[in-house]
Nanobody
């Protein structure tokens, strides 16, 4: 079992930066691929970014490409989402998720591919 706890959310203005953290209680965190997803009110949960278990491969939704950066520190069992130039449409609850990955370079984009989920952290961007 892996427990995930997100933090770093809050209220920011458009154009600001924010860094989300996802702390995992996994003994061998480096075997898990991790993704960030978000869910805005009245909308379905959507993919934001993902990182392979080794950290060498990443993937992003088109809506955040060039503004958000996902990274991980396996020694600290933590994954980060650096959010720059945020927009009001980035307002959502942000969730991190993890899944055991057999391959070091694989990134996972689909919600159904993930086994473990955090409780989420609210990000609100005012215009």
């Amino acid at each position: 079992q892996v427990q995930l706890v997100e933090s770093g959310g809050g209220l920011v203005q458009a154009g600001d930066s924010l860094r989300l953290s996802c702390a995992a209680s996994a003994g061998t965190f480096s075997i898990y691929a991790v993704g960030w997803f978000r869910q805005a009110p009245g909308k379905e949960r959507e993919f934001v970014a993902a990182i392979s278990r080794g950290g060498g491969n990443t993937a992003y939704a088109d809506s955040v490409k060039g503004r958000f950066t996902i990274s991980r520190n396996n020694a600290k069992t933590t994954v980060y989402l650096q959010m720059n130039s945020v927009k009001p449409e980035d307002t959502a609850v942000y969730y991190c998720a993890a899944v055991f990955s057999r391959f070091v370079a694989t990134v996972q984009r689909g919600l159904s591919e993930y086994s473990y989920w955090g409780q989420g952290t609210q990000v609100t961007v005012s215009s």
